[in-house]
């Protein structure tokens, strides 16, 4: 692990400080002229640390995917409870099948939560205030859905707080729940989110994250049947596929059937809250 981290950090150096991805808005940047030094001896040790970047870029691939564990900050996947509560959860919201989710979930009376997109937000900021109204909750998952490795701080802070302030705009008051594009986080988001006292959402189950299931209507069902209490499930909405779509109703009303009550990711962790005091 320590080997990872070194080469988590060294990597990002190198890349701001070799291929330029540093740019104008890291000028000037008090955060990066506290650690001039730093990037200064990153420059210097370019070669070796190209080696690094070889060596172990399998490492950070791994690091940067997992749903279960970040460097920094509070990150929650799963809740531990004996209730038999779900979160279910849908990113982006850019889709035209946004409208048909909420007809479903009213229909099966289930409260999702939505974390969505910036740019897409700004456009039709009256979906938004439409899923308020029915009782879903909102959350931020950046503003132009790129992945969040190897951007500058001046970029991850622009992307969120952009994001926050749309949905202030929208009506969303409280705390405002963050989740990764793509659920990608290695140094400096997860960084910013620590420092900022914000916790990142990903998940347990993500049916659309494996292909051969998310192809099958009855395979989403099915592995998503594998959930356990406290659970928080993902439905990624970025390409909408019918078998997502025809999976949906027919997992609430089998989850439903097996005891399950639908939550949104606020309650969920109102319950691990609870827990605790216990």
């Known amino acids: 692990m320590i080997q990872i981290i070194t080469y988590g950090l060294a990597e990002i150096e190198f890349g701001h400080c070799c291929f330029g991805l540093l740019r104008k808005d890291f000028r000037g940047s008090g955060a990066l002229d506290a650690h001039s030094d730093l990037r200064s001896s990153a420059c210097k040790l370019a070669p070796s640390l190209a080696g690094i970047f070889v060596v172990l870029r399998s490492g950070h691939k791994r690091l940067s995917s997992r749903a279960d564990f970040q460097l920094f900050g509070e990150l929650v996947y799963q809740v531990q409870t004996e209730q038999k509560v779900i979160a279910l959860t849908f990113d982006d919201g850019r889709a035209n099948k946004t409208e048909q989710i909420l007809q479903i979930l009213a229909a099966e009376q289930v409260p999702a939560t939505f974390f969505l997109v910036g740019e897409a937000l700004e456009r039709n900021p009256e979906l938004a205030k439409k899923l308020l109204a029915a009782g879903h909750q909102l959350g931020n998952h950046s503003y132009s859905h790129q992945r969040m490795l190897f951007k500058s701080p001046e ?16 009506g969303v008051t409280g705390q405002i729940l963050f989740r990764p594009p793509y659920g990608k986080k290695l140094v400096l988001l997860p960084w910013y989110l620590a420092t900022h006292q914000r916790v990142a959402i990903t998940w347990d189950v993500a049916p659309e994250n494996y292909r051969q299931i998310a192809k099958d209507s009855q395979a989403i069902v099915q592995h998503c049947l594998k959930v356990q209490p406290g659970s928080s499930s993902c439905c990624v909405m970025y390409e909408p596929r019918r078998a997502s779509m025809q999976a949906i109703p027919e997992l609430i009303k089998q989850l439903k059937a097996q005891g399950y009550r639908f939550v949104t990711v606020d309650e969920l962790l109102a319950m691990r809250a609870h827990t605790k005091s216990n």
Not at 159 to 170: F, H, P, Q, Y
């Open 155 to 170: 970029f991850i802070a622009s992307e969120i707080e952009k994001t926050d302030a749309l949905l202030r705009d929208v």
